[in-house]
């Protein structure tokens, strides 16, 4: 008896299954599929990835198979500075980028990307999902061959090397990798060290090699890239919250009917939630991780880092439409809390 019942439950999810990938297949080889190949520089374990597959599958079945979303994982299409410019001649649809990138084509994003703006992830996904602070930015760089269709949450990053940082005087003299544009390196020397912009993929080697002392970045990068092994000490500096950006080359988002554009937009935003709580779970997973290997983690008290980069804050705020951004990101801080 209980064989067949394993056997009609074998035979009835293979008829579901061979039904879903008729449908899908017989949708793919349609004439009008269009693939959008996306670039993504971290594993297939990574929130962002499994938020971009559940945003594929949306995508797929709601267009009626008018788009097919394929997602290149482990920087198979390039690092990402690389990426970018791929998907400005539309060689590539889409990538995952660092806001930090971003920022070298319109220098307003970096006010997304400032050392300690946001008061807690609410926060930051409170400011990422209102067009009316971010709807004009994400738009801006369509000059430029793309259009930023999110930003995704991307932890809290913290400094790591193999000494604890407690002070800002425990950086002195420490090159810490840092993302490439001109924001981190001025963050990271009012925070005390020394910025040593770099790609992700190059950290491990540079620390091991003593070219830099180690990095900056949040706890998935830290276990997944296995940074533990060469910078023991993960210190709670949480300087930065800042976001990777979902770009599209502006020739497939132009391109698209005004049906397909909403599902997209609102799609993304789905995405954009549930990768968020997918993070929590995955960044406490990781911190696991790296604690089972060796790693240990330092809490200093934050204060002292939040007043030496208040400078920056200045600094880049001088400008009467970044002042404009940077209050209406903090005016939400107070909103939320009410
Ligand atoms: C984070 C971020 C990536 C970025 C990386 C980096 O992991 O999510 O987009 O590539 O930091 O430090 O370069």
Redesign the pocket.
């Known amino acids: 008896m209980k064989k067949r019942i394993f056997a009609f439950i074998l035979i009835a999810l293979m008829v579901t299954l061979s039904a879903c990938t008729g449908k899908q297949t017989e949708t793919t080889n349609a004439s009008n599929t269009q693939v959008i190949k996306v670039a993504f520089?971290?594993p297939e374990t990574h929130p962002?990835y499994k938020a971009m597959e559940h945003f594929g599958e949306q995508i797929f079945e709601r267009t009626n198979g008018a788009y097919k979303i394929e997602l290149y994982p482990n920087e198979l299409l390039g690092p990402?500075r690389e990426t970018v410019e791929l998907v400005q001649t539309g060689a590539v649809g889409m990538s995952?980028?660092?806001n930090s990138l971003v920022e070298n084509f319109n220098k307003k994003f970096s006010i997304l990307g400032l050392p300690y703006i946001y008061d807690s992830k609410d926060h930051q996904n409170a400011v990422f999902t209102d067009d009316a602070i971010v709807g004009e930015l994400f738009k801006s760089t369509a000059d430029k061959g793309f259009t930023v269709l999110t930003a995704f949450h991307?932890?809290v990053?913290n400094v790591y090397t193999n000494k604890p940082i407690n002070t800002p005087d425990d950086l002195k003299g420490l090159k810490i990798r840092i993302?490439e544009s001109d924001t981190n390196v001025k963050m990271m020397r009012y925070m005390g060290g020394v910025g040593t912009p770099m790609?992700?993929s190059e950290?491990y080697t540079a620390t091991q090699s003593g070219v830099i002392d180690g990095?900056e970045?949040?706890e998935?990068?830290y276990a997944h890239m296995k940074h533990y092994e060469v910078a023991k000490y993960y210190s709670y500096t949480q300087h930065l919250m800042?976001p990777?950006l979902l770009i599209i080359n502006q020739d497939i988002y132009n391109g698209m009917s005004e049906e397909h554009r909403a599902i997209f937009d609102e799609e993304i935003k789905n995405a954009t939630v549930l990768e968020l709580d997918l993070w929590e779970v995955d960044a406490e997973i990781a911190k696991k991780t790296a604690e089972e290997n060796g790693a240990e983690f330092v809490y200093p008290d934050i204060k002292l880092f939040q007043e030496n980069v208040k400078p920056l804050h200045e600094e880049l705020t001088q400008d009467p439409e970044f002042k404009e951004l940077y209050d209406n990101i903090r005016a939400k801080a107070e909103i939320i809390k009410n």
Request: aromatic share 0%.
């Open positions: 520089n971290q962002q990402q995952i980028v660092a991307a932890g990053r993302m790609a992700q950290v990095g970045n949040n998935l990068i800042i990777d």
